[in-house]
């Protein structure tokens, strides 16, 4: 019986299908481990051989640690809501939801022919109503929350309202906006609810307040900064502003300390762990206030250098920011008007990797220095953003390189802060000279001058010490359709929740995925939706991000109507252990995640202050793409005459991508080739050596660019097993590497050696009961060894190679016992689980699968030598080897040396004087 790779996947993914092998229960009697991968968000398009990549390395850890005795959660869902589908249900009127499902469904299909172990009883999609109503319940958490600074947690906002009721505003310590009121338990008792809940709003977690957003006006919504390239939309590439609008916020920086410190806790990858901490950004330093005596205000900045205080010579605020309309004269009105709108054509993400332009304009006005009262001239500058700090920095032109460019290019004063002529020197603490041009701080040192200017401040209640993130509050809004309602309902401009009882709040139908004519996002479009018959509804959607930033603890109780998850499901698996997904994550997805994960936890739902314990992010799989070359004509037009590689350099010519699935070993299938377009039907080659060799390139994995490789196909030639092996054998898993379809025949040829183990010549089951030798021993114990270290440490590709060894070295020595074949297919199972399975029926097992096997015991015994093939030289001339056992001692050694008929051969009857002797190296003979 020769190996079958279709029967046999078909069979094994319909057994565990029909049995359920890899549903999971809550149990006591094993240790638990939970393994978790990004889930995904369903395209059209469906699955590439690059996507499978960190699914195949955690389905292996997951098979392996279920050997090892753990009751192993494996789940898989989708993220499943989202502007793709928007967009072709616009583009086609269909709904969203129709095509979402095709696409999942594709996507199960692909994910089941690959053979992962998942427990699909836990599946979730977090655009189904029964999944979204916990992301609305959560929502409501957060609405109803506020950030307890004293306890350093967060805390119903009940107990907020009776502080306030019993003495005012006094004493509290939240994080909140800027403009909180002050006022006392009797102020606080005759508000109007209005006038509570507004105050009340500064608070929350989830708030509504105006941004300045992303605003796409194609797309209709706003789009979050990873979604704008180059000032364009990602998708589709419109024309993308900024633009202030009155949005839900989720206000993370409350956690911004925790978030910090918790990346300590955390087994992750420092790259990614340092994009975390440069995002959220901690600095201290102090606050400043710059005196606006004509507008009756002030100019609040941050810096961490309160010490060049002395050195401002102007303030610099963001187009955006509040003040900038009553700043502007009237002589620098239409300039500051125009900067405006020319500023809001740039991304944020444009304008702080900007660092070579230099632009600005001055509002026309003067701010007063907070110490010695002078004016200081206010200009506007696209390089400071608005929700960044206070949306102003004030500027040293003397200590800080963009301020100094600045400054030369607009003919600025500039001040130096000490008497070291080196601009370098003076922005650095370390290096200043004294400090000048203050007689406040003259001949101070760093140490000194830092306080007492910050004492100074206070004393004028012009500013104080204060610890500023570079990270803001995530907005959690978009004006789309194909989201999470919010379920929020307004009455007199103010939000408040529906009912609980009242989830999940469900999407209306609607005429069209559009804005209404009107402007209104497109639930605006949904006839009579009205909380009450009465109440508008919030209109707006949540962002992509809502629904991922919970769905591992939905995994652990799916079917749970009453809760998001039960008590009992979250303190058995309490988090994740290992989780497996791509680094573009880094910044987003996973600090929303660790963010509502705390609040969760302060709320009392859960004990985990971070939810992945072990994090790894998957490389690329790139592609190899193919190139035909084109001859051109005398005038530079294509031809269809087509030159193999090797030739091209006689020819004028011009590369072309070529479909790398009619490509063999970089052999054109020139025949595919004539209908790969209608254009090429009668092309033309000139080839080498009877073939048409294509030209190669590495290069990520595009529709465009023709180097698309299904794994659908790759599974019918060659099987799921052979796919699950090469993608592993690609090379380490955190490393990007390109997919050559040409190696995968080896991977092939070594499952058939695999399965020519169990059969003799003639293709019939043969496994013998017989004793092992101390070879065969040898051979797995190393294997067992080998793969249980690399798992470990999830060099799951130097694995692959293992095998391969193990598998030929078995082969030499005609190895069929029963004891040897059983554990390595054992071993073997993580990787190849279809093979193992059918070897393992075929050996006769009563347990009706492998996946719940033992995992062998590695005993080191069968690694110890006993014999030794000892090199034999005469006169230092290497002639034969000897093997011999490593117990004897030197007079036995030279007795068996002597005697030995090969030996006496070589010395031809002469006589030894001497024979040199090292235990376990060599022997030498000396005649």
């Given at each position: 019986?020769?190996?079958?790779?279709?029967?046999?996947?078909?069979?094994?993914?319909?057994?565990?299908?029909?049995?359920?092998?890899?549903?999971?229960?809550?149990?006591?009697?094993?240790?638990?481990?939970?393994?978790?991968?990004?889930?995904?968000?369903?395209?059209?398009?469906?699955?590439?051989?690059?996507?499978?990549?960190?699914?195949?390395?955690?389905?292996?850890?997951?098979?392996?640690?279920?050997?090892?005795?753990?009751?192993?959660?494996?789940?898989?869902?989708?993220?499943?809501?989202?502007?793709?589908?928007?967009?072709?249900?616009?583009?086609?009127?269909?709904?969203?939801?129709?095509?979402?499902?095709?696409?999942?469904?594709?996507?199960?299909?692909?994910?089941?022919?690959?053979?992962?172990?998942?427990?699909?009883?836990?599946?979730?999609?977090?655009?189904?109503?029964?999944?979204?109503?916990?992301?609305?319940?959560?929502?409501?958490?957060?609405?109803?929350?506020?950030?307890?600074?004293?306890?350093?947690?967060?805390?119903?906002?009940?107990?907020?309202?009776d502080k306030f009721n019993n003495s005012g505003s006094q004493g509290i310590h939240a994080e909140s906006?800027?403009?909180?009121?002050?006022?006392?338990?009797?102020?606080?008792?005759?508000?109007?609810?209005?006038?509570?809940?507004?105050?009340?709003?500064?608070?929350?977690?989830?708030?509504?307040?105006?941004?300045?957003?992303?605003?796409?006006?194609?797309?209709?919504?706003?789009?979050?900064?990873?979604?704008?390239?180059?000032?364009?939309?990602?998708?589709?590439?419109?024309?993308?502003?900024?633009?202030?609008?009155?949005?839900?916020?989720?206000?993370?920086?409350?956690?911004?300390?925790?978030?910090?410190?918790?990346?300590?806790?955390?087994?992750?990858?420092?790259?990614?762990?340092?994009?975390?901490?440069?995002?959220?950004?901690?600095?201290?330093?102090?606050s400043v206030k710059f005196p606006l005596p004509q507008v009756n205000s002030e100019i609040e900045v941050f810096t961490t250098r309160v010490d060049t205080l002395f050195g401002v010579s102007f303030v610099v605020l963001a187009p955006e920011h509040e003040l900038v309309e009553a700043l502007s004269t009237d002589e620098q009105r239409s300039a500051v008007t125009a900067y405006i709108e020319k500023t809001a054509k740039k991304s944020e993400l444009d304008r702080m990797a900007d660092t070579k332009t230099v632009s600005g304009v001055f509002t026309g006005s003067y701010a007063k220095h907070p110490i010695t009262g002078e004016e200081v001239q206010i200009w506007i500058a696209d390089y400071v953003l608005a929700g960044y700090g206070t949306g102003a920095v004030m500027a040293v032109p003397s200590g800080d390189q963009r301020d100094y460019v600045f400054a030369k290019h607009f003919n600025l004063p500039?001040?130096?802060?000490?008497?070291?002529?080196?601009?370098?020197?003076?922005?650095?603490?370390?290096?200043?000279?004294?400090?000048?041009?203050?007689?406040?701080i003259n001949g101070m040192t760093y140490q000194e001058a830092v306080p007492a200017l910050v004492a100074k401040l206070e004393a004028l209640k012009l500013g104080k010490a204060k610890v500023n993130f570079r990270m803001r509050d995530a907005i959690f809004g978009r004006q789309r359709y194909w989201g999470e309602p919010v379920p929020v309902y307004f009455k007199n401009g103010i939000p408040y929740l529906i009912e609980e009882k009242e989830l999940p709040l469900l999407l209306p139908e609607v005429d069209k995925y559009l804005p209404t004519e009107t402007g209104e996002p497109p639930l605006g479009r949904a006839e009579g939706w009205k909380y009450q018959d009465q109440y508008e509804y919030e209109l707006s959607t949540m962002p992509g991000w809502a629904g991922s930033s919970w769905y591992w603890f939905r995994y652990m109780d799916s079917q749970n109507q009453d809760i998001f998850v039960s008590k009992q499901a979250v303190d058995y698996w309490k988090a994740v252990d290992l989780y497996i997904g791509g680094s573009e994550h880094a910044t987003g997805h996973l600090l929303y995640s660790r963010f509502w994960n705390k609040v969760?936890?302060?709320?009392?739902?859960?004990?985990?202050?971070?939810?992945?314990?072990?994090?790894?992010?998957?490389?690329?799989?790139?592609?190899?793409?193919?190139?035909?070359?084109?001859?051109?004509?005398?005038?530079?037009?294509?031809?269809?005459?087509?030159?193999?590689?090797?030739?091209?350099?006689?020819?004028?010519?011009?590369?072309?991508?070529?479909?790398?699935?009619?490509?063999?070993?970089?052999?054109?299938?020139?025949?595919?080739?004539?209908?790969?377009?209608?254009?090429?039907?009668?092309?033309?080659?000139?080839?080498?050596?009877?073939?048409?060799?294509?030209?190669?390139?590495?290069?990520?994995?595009?529709?465009?660019?023709?180097n698309v490789v299904n794994p659908d196909d790759i599974i019918e030639t060659y099987g799921a097993d052979t796919l699950r092996l090469y993608e592993m054998f690609l090379g380490p898993l955190e490393q990007a590497k390109p997919w050559n379809t040409n190696g995968i025949e080896g991977v092939y040829k070594f499952l058939r050696k695999v399965w020519r183990l169990f059969h003799d010549a003639q293709g019939n089951f043969n496994v013998s009961d017989e004793e092992p030798t101390k070879a065969e021993y040898k051979a797995l114990h190393k294997i067992i060894k080998k793969v249980?270290?690399?798992?470990?440490?999830?060099?799951?590709?130097?694995?692959?190679?293992?095998?391969?060894?193990?598998v030929n070295e078995l082969t030499e020595l005609k190895c069929n016992k029963r004891q040897i074949l059983q554990d390595l297919i054992i071993v073997l199972e993580p990787y190849a689980p279809h093979i193992a399975e059918e070897l393992w029926a075929l050996l006769g097992n009563e347990v009706g699968t492998i996946s719940y096997a033992i995992y062998p015991t590695f005993n080191p015994e069968y690694l110890i030598e006993s014999q030794f093939a000892y090199p034999v030289s005469i006169n230092g001339k290497m002639k034969m080897n000897l093997p011999l056992a490593l117990d004897l001692d030197a007079k036995a050694v030279e007795e068996i040396v002597i005697s030995n008929a090969d030996v006496q051969r070589y010395l031809d009857g002469k006589a030894v004087k001497k024979l040199i002797f090292v235990k376990g190296k060599i022997i030498n003979i000396v005649i």
């Open positions: 019986m020769e190996y079958n790779h279709r029967s046999i996947e078909q069979k094994w993914q319909q057994f565990w299908a029909e049995n359920q092998t890899f549903k999971t229960a809550e149990s006591t009697d094993k240790p638990k481990y939970y393994v978790l991968d990004m889930f995904p968000y369903p395209s059209g398009a469906g699955l590439h051989v690059g996507h499978p990549l960190g699914y195949i390395a955690s389905d292996i850890f997951s098979r392996y640690k279920r050997l090892k005795g753990f009751n192993v959660l494996h789940p898989m869902g989708y993220d499943s809501f989202g502007l793709p589908a928007e967009q072709y249900a616009i583009q086609t009127g269909q709904h969203p939801a129709i095509t979402t499902a095709a696409n999942i469904n594709r996507y199960r299909e692909q994910l089941d022919n690959i053979g992962f172990s998942y427990d699909w009883s836990r599946e979730v999609r977090t655009s189904n109503p029964d999944y979204y109503k916990w992301t609305q319940w959560i929502f409501m958490q957060l609405f109803n929350s506020w950030y307890n600074k004293d306890v350093d947690k967060a805390e119903s906002i009940d107990t907020l309202i906006d800027e403009d909180t009121s002050v006022f006392s338990a009797a102020d606080w008792k005759v508000f109007s609810e209005e006038e509570q809940q507004r105050e009340l709003l500064k608070y929350r977690l989830a708030y509504l307040r105006e941004s300045t957003v992303n605003w796409c006006a194609a797309l209709g919504t706003v789009l979050a900064n990873d979604e704008v390239i180059n000032g364009v939309s990602e998708r589709g590439g419109y024309p993308v502003e900024q633009k202030k609008m009155m949005q839900w916020s989720m206000r993370i920086t409350a956690y911004a300390d925790r978030l910090l410190s918790g990346l300590d806790s955390v087994d992750w990858p420092e790259p990614l762990v340092e994009m975390q901490r440069n995002w959220i950004g901690k600095s201290v330093g102090a500039i001040i130096p802060i000490s008497d070291s002529q080196n601009i370098e020197e003076q922005a650095d603490p370390n290096k200043e000279g004294r400090y000048i041009n203050s007689d406040f969760l936890k302060d709320l009392g739902f859960h004990q985990e202050e971070e939810p992945f314990k072990k994090l790894i992010n998957q490389g690329m799989i790139q592609g190899r793409s193919n190139f035909v070359y084109r001859v051109l004509d005398n005038e530079g037009k294509g031809t269809n005459q087509f030159v193999s590689l090797g030739l091209k350099d006689q020819y004028n010519t011009v590369p072309l991508h070529v479909d790398v699935n009619i490509v063999y070993n970089d052999v054109l299938d020139t025949e595919r080739f004539k209908t790969f377009r209608p254009d090429f039907a009668d092309a033309e080659f000139i080839l080498e050596n009877g073939k048409y060799i294509c030209g190669t390139e590495v290069e990520k994995m595009s529709k465009s660019k023709f249980e270290d690399d798992i470990e440490r999830f060099s799951f590709n130097t694995s692959v190679s293992a095998f391969m060894i193990c």
